[in-house]
């Protein structure tokens, strides 16, 4: 979403603008921008290889070797920031029992001696919802369930006390049921200490649940941001619009699956316009031969695009009623 943040709070928790990351391949995320305050879920969606996870440890600070920040500003205004990765079994020392673990961050970072930290991380377990923390201390990650896993590296992240938690795809590597208990798990966290989260995931429907707020990229970019309930209802993105046709939960379940035509483009920085036109059924001549403005729909919703309401209106109606136009114009959209 170009260089314009996507103004929610008038002092955010986070506020990214403008932020490029570049690696060996040239840039890989592109003028995104987001913001989010106290108290508040933002859902970040698209599909795999969109920038989320990186632009996630930009704000984090951990971004990997090779990976350097070539543009624009990440304020987390000094707040202490958490972060809950998407596969419990790498992000745990497999070496170290859950006690060890755990006691790392307290001795390191609170400077607590070894018997407090300890009972410090008994008691984080306990906050988590692990009964038996005792027991659950004493075993070494691969003894435990996905769950309980994911269980700790959620006590683990807020070890150092975090205003700001950071969780990338928490629940994919889950069962539908553990899923939904971590989900529930995380927003009880987020309501009792305040905490503004950044929730990445590629599945709306986990989206629509825990998110206030929501922004979609698309090839390194944020195209699309606004309050969950709008963006989910009357998405004005035509990325975004495909992306819920071809969610069997968070889609229309009255209407057969649908995928959207082409594959993201291999060179995104090269594009001048609309990194989606290639495979947008709205697409125009214009799309691609300037830089696309974000234009802004009531408070709080923002859309790169130059057709917003045709994509909207588009969206309202079935597929075959003009829901997804065909366009000639797109060489991949039947691909
Ligand atoms: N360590 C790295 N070195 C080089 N390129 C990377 C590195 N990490 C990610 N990339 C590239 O950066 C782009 C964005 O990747 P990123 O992991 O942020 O996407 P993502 O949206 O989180 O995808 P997924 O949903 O699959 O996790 C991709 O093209 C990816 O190949």
Same mark, same amino acid.
């Not at 699309?224 to 495909?242: C, D, K, N, Q």
């Given at each position: 979403?170009t260089?314009?943040?996507?103004?929610? =709070? *008038?002092?955010? #928790?986070?506020?990214?603008?403008? +932020?490029?990351?570049?690696? %060996?391949?040239?840039? /890989?995320?592109?003028?995104?921008?987001?913001?989010?305050?106290?108290?508040?879920?933002?859902?970040?969606?698209?599909?795999?290889?969109?920038?989320k996870?990186?632009?996630?440890?930009?704000?984090?600070?951990?971004?990997?070797?090779?990976?350097?920040?070539?543009a624009?500003?990440?304020?987390?205004?000094?707040?202490?920031?958490?972060?809950?990765?998407?596969?419990?079994?790498?992000?745990?020392?497999?070496?170290?029992?859950?006690?060890?673990?755990?006691?790392?961050?307290?001795v390191?970072?609170h400077?607590?001696?070894?018997?407090?930290?300890?009972?410090?991380?008994?008691?984080?377990?306990?906050?988590?919802?692990?009964?038996?923390?005792?027991?659950?201390?004493?075993?070494?990650?691969?003894?435990?369930?996905g769950?309980?896993?994911?269980?700790?590296?959620? =006590? *683990?992240?807020? #070890?150092?006390?975090?205003?700001? +938690?950071?969780?990338?795809? %928490?629940?994919?590597? /889950?069962?539908?049921?553990?899923?939904?208990?971590?989900?529930?798990l995380?927003?009880?966290l987020?309501?009792?200490r305040?905490l503004?989260?950044?929730?990445?995931?590629?599945d709306?429907?986990?989206?629509?649940?825990?998110?206030?707020?929501?922004?979609?990229?698309?090839?390194?970019?944020?195209?699309e941001?606004?309050?969950?309930?709008?963006?989910?209802?009357?998405?004005?993105?035509?990325?975004?619009?495909?992306l819920?046709?071809?969610?069997p939960?968070?889609?229309?379940?009255?209407?057969?699956?649908?995928?959207?035509?082409?594959?993201?483009?291999?060179?995104?920085?090269e594009?001048?316009?609309?990194?989606?036109?290639?495979?947008?059924?709205?697409?125009?001549?214009?799309?691609?031969?300037?830089?696309?403005?974000?234009?802004?729909h009531?408070?709080?919703?923002?859309?790169?695009?130059?057709?917003?309401?045709?994509?909207?209106?588009?969206f309202?109606?079935?597929?075959?009623?003009?829901?997804?136009?065909?366009?000639?114009?797109?060489p991949?959209a039947d691909?």
């Amino acid at each position: 979403m170009t260089t314009e943040t996507t103004g929610k =709070a *008038a002092s955010p #928790a986070v506020a990214v603008s403008g +932020l490029s990351l570049s690696g %060996p391949q040239g840039l /890989l995320v592109t003028d995104v921008a987001l913001d989010l305050g106290a108290g508040e879920c933002l859902g970040l969606v698209g599909e795999s290889g969109s920038g989320k996870t990186l632009t996630v440890r930009a704000i984090a600070g951990l971004l990997p070797p090779g990976i350097t920040q070539a543009a624009g500003r990440i304020d987390t205004g000094g707040r202490r920031v958490g972060m809950v990765f998407q596969d419990p079994m790498r992000a745990l020392n497999p070496t170290f029992t859950i006690r060890r673990t755990m006691r790392e961050p307290l001795v390191q970072h609170h400077g607590l001696a070894r018997k407090a930290a300890d009972r410090q991380a008994l008691d984080l377990m306990r906050d988590v919802g692990i009964k038996d923390a005792e027991r659950v201390a004493k075993c070494y990650p691969h003894q435990l369930s996905g769950g309980l896993r994911q269980r700790v590296l959620i =006590a *683990a992240a807020l #070890a150092c006390e975090p205003q700001i +938690l950071l969780c990338d795809e %928490p629940t994919t590597a /889950l069962d539908v049921t553990t899923q939904a208990i971590i989900l529930d798990l995380l927003h009880r966290l987020r309501q009792e200490r305040q905490l503004a989260m950044l929730f990445v995931s590629h599945d709306l429907a986990v989206i629509s649940k825990v998110s206030d707020r929501v922004a979609v990229m698309y090839a390194g970019q944020t195209i699309e941001t606004g309050p969950t309930e709008e963006i989910l209802r009357s998405p004005r993105h035509a990325y975004t619009a495909g992306l819920l046709r071809s969610s069997p939960s968070a889609g229309r379940p009255d209407e057969p699956l649908f995928a959207i035509g082409g594959i993201p483009p291999q060179r995104p920085g090269e594009i001048v316009g609309c990194r989606f036109a290639e495979r947008c059924p709205w697409a125009v001549p214009e799309c691609t031969s300037a830089p696309v403005p974000v234009v802004r729909h009531g408070d709080r919703h923002l859309v790169s695009c130059i057709r917003p309401e045709d994509v909207a209106a588009g969206f309202a109606r079935p597929v075959e009623q003009g829901g997804w136009p065909p366009n000639p114009e797109a060489p991949h959209a039947d691909a």
